[in-house]
């Protein structure tokens, strides 16, 4: 009974393994073969059902053989797609601009065009990372809409260059803050002045230009006392320039308590450097 049962398991996994050797066979048979037009046939189709891992085994194969043939454009376009669909964005966007460049005049170019750009974009990474992809997106996007400008694809390519844009805004924005947060403030300074600069339409203009001001007392509160006044000077002309530029701000009156105390803090500031001057005068008649 025993014996009979063993022969039975054996059976059924002799069988399994038939089977599955037979359909892997299958695929690697045709992967091998040089039966080019039925291979291109199956790719096709194995494309459609969306098995695009297994597609892309032929494709591989097909486009070396095709080089130079009249399929060669739609073969070429159904790779560069299949790369997409797997979502591998660097070879997707390489194969697209491929496209784009070898054949200009299709009327796919258009299209792998916008794509190689887009799998740039879908390549920028969040905003606290390293955003050479975002630069390259916006590049490319640019590049699109300068050779396509009546294309219908401008509004969208428009939309995710502001949407890149607004990722590099929110970049420059937190690594300011960043220096306030560790104590640099004339690195915090600078910092805000340049985001400012760079992105002038930017949303966070108005609390940057505050945490300017407030970066600059800080600045100068901490800094050596015969540099104090003049700092605390360029703390009061920032405050200056931020109250005619935003009258109603809801940050105005913090803003204006800073300017308050960097005014104490010349009148302090001079105090302190009087006295100082007064005893080293002391000092040096005592010396005489």
Known sequence: MFKNKSLTILSFILLITIVFTGCKS???????????GRKYQEAIKLYNNKDY??????????????RGRSESEDLYYYYAYTNYKLKDYLSARYHFKTFADTYPSSPKAEECRFLAAYCFY?????????QDNTYKAIESLQLFINLYPKSDRVA???KLILDLRDKLERKSYENAKLFI?????????????????DFPDTK???????LTIKSQYLYAENSLETKQEERYQETIEEYERF???????TYLKEATDIKDDALKGI?????????????KTEKKDEQQ
């Open 243 to 249: 109250a005619e530029k935003y009258p109603k701000s």
């Open 26 to 36: 299958k695929f690697e048979k045709l992967r091998t073969s040089t039966d080019t």
């Open 267 to 279: 009148v302090e500031t001079k105090k302190i450097l009087e006295l100082y001057s007064g005893v």
């Open 53 to 66: 891992a297994k597609a892309l085994i032929l494709f591989d194969d097909l486009v070396q053989r095709y």
């Open 181 to 197: 947060d560790i104590g640099d403030y004339q690195s915090a300074v600078i910092a805000f002045r340049n985001s400012t600069r």
């Open 204 to 210: 966070y203009a108005e609390e940057m230009e505050f």
């Open 122 to 130: 879908l390549d920028s990474p969040n905003f606290s990372l390293d």
């Open 156 to 158: 969208e390519a428009s």
